[in-house]
């Protein structure tokens, strides 16, 4: 059942799993607080999850767009206000990835240690492009009918090995997505903010723990952008993942979970 918080007059769905220290989920473009796969129930079992859906997504409001990633940053601190959480750990997944280091960034107070999943430093140089196979797949995605889309953007972000490994598992992704898919405008608004986002000059000034987990094989985020991020955060701690695509939390969830609980723990 969804719990609100409310920033600036819009409405953010938020609920939490499990107890201990609370751990903050920020979600990539397009998807809400139901599309992070197995993994906030296996963190669950030693930590206070709390999952929100972004602006435009899920259970929250659709304002007008375009958004910003400093105005999800604020959305995320209200959800964290509205939980009763003064700091946590974040986990953030692609633009949520952007979120994450905003929080660092703008509200270093809020946050204990840092999860930076298939992201970057932001989408401008000196981070490094989507690839083209990506690109080209996301300009497609905006002309093509609905569902056959969503089944492209799926196929591009679940990536080659988890296509052909786990047929199953695309074919979960792709219900989940048929069923929660946002509006075409509200998936533009979010691609906007992420489109402009720009940290590079800034992350050195993180002082929160950092770990960077990246799949390999992922033709939505450079995967040398995880490099940059371990290379340009003080301390940062880099763990890499062959062969895996964007969506690797939900394929490797078994795999992720102990790599972030010992993270976090120690």
């Given at each position: 059942?969804?719990?609100?918080?409310?920033?600036?007059?819009?409405?953010?769905?938020?609920?939490?799993?499990?107890?201990?220290?609370?751990?903050?989920?920020?979600?990539?473009l397009?998807y809400?607080?139901?599309?992070?796969?197995?993994?906030?129930?296996?963190?669950?079992?030693?930590?206070?999850?709390?999952?929100?859906?972004?602006?435009?997504?899920?259970?929250?409001?659709?304002?007008?767009?375009?958004?910003?990633?400093?105005?999800?940053?604020?959305?995320?601190?209200?959800?964290?206000?509205?939980?009763?959480?003064?700091?946590a750990?974040?986990?953030?997944v692609?633009?949520?990835?952007?979120?994450?280091?905003?929080?660092?960034?703008?509200?270093?107070?809020?946050?204990?240690?840092?999860?930076?999943?298939?992201?970057?430093?932001?989408?401008?140089?000196?981070s490094l492009?989507m690839p083209v196979?990506?690109?080209?797949?996301?300009?497609?995605?905006?002309?093509?009918?609905?569902?056959?889309?969503?089944?492209?953007?799926?196929?591009?972000?679940?990536?080659?090995?988890?296509?052909?490994?786990?047929?199953?598992?695309?074919?979960?992704?792709?219900?989940?997505?048929?069923?929660?898919?946002?509006?075409?405008?509200?998936?533009?608004?979010?691609?906007?903010?992420?489109?402009?986002?720009?940290?590079?000059?800034?992350?050195?000034?993180?002082?929160?723990?950092?770990?960077?987990?990246?799949?390999?094989?992922?033709?939505v985020?450079?995967?040398?952008?995880?490099?940059?991020?371990?290379?340009?955060?003080?301390?940062?701690?880099?763990?890499?993942?062959?062969d895996?695509?964007?969506?690797?939390?939900?394929?490797?969830?078994?795999?992720?979970?102990?790599?972030?609980?010992?993270?976090?723990?120690?």
């Amino acid at each position: 059942m969804s719990t609100y918080a409310v920033n600036d007059g819009v409405r953010l769905a938020y609920e939490e799993l499990g107890a201990g220290e609370p751990l903050l989920f920020c979600q990539g473009l397009g998807y809400d607080r139901r599309g992070f796969g197995p993994l906030p129930r296996l963190l669950s079992e030693d930590f206070r999850v709390i999952l929100w859906d972004n602006r435009g997504v899920g259970d929250s409001d659709v304002p007008a767009g375009p958004y910003a990633v400093p105005q999800l940053a604020a959305d995320a601190v209200a959800v964290l206000d509205a939980a009763g959480a003064d700091s946590a750990h974040v986990f953030g997944v692609s633009l949520g990835g952007f979120v994450a280091q905003e929080l660092a960034l703008s509200y270093p107070e809020r946050i204990r240690k840092l999860v930076l999943v298939s992201t970057a430093a932001g989408s401008v140089p000196p981070s490094l492009p989507m690839p083209v196979r990506g690109q080209e797949a996301f300009m497609r995605f905006q002309t093509m009918e609905s569902e056959e889309g969503l089944r492209l953007i799926v196929a591009n972000s679940l990536g080659d090995h988890g296509v052909n490994e786990r047929p199953e598992l695309f074919e979960e992704i792709y219900a989940y997505r048929l069923e929660r898919a946002p509006s075409l405008e509200a998936w533009q608004a979010q691609a906007y903010a992420g489109a402009t986002f720009d940290a590079y000059e800034r992350i050195p000034q993180i002082a929160a723990p950092t770990l960077v987990l990246q799949g390999g094989a992922d033709t939505v985020i450079d995967p040398g952008n995880a490099q940059i991020l371990a290379e340009r955060i003080p301390g940062a701690r880099l763990e890499l993942v062959p062969d895996r695509g964007h969506l690797m939390m939900w394929e490797e969830g078994e795999l992720l979970a102990p790599i972030v609980k010992e993270f976090l723990q120690s």
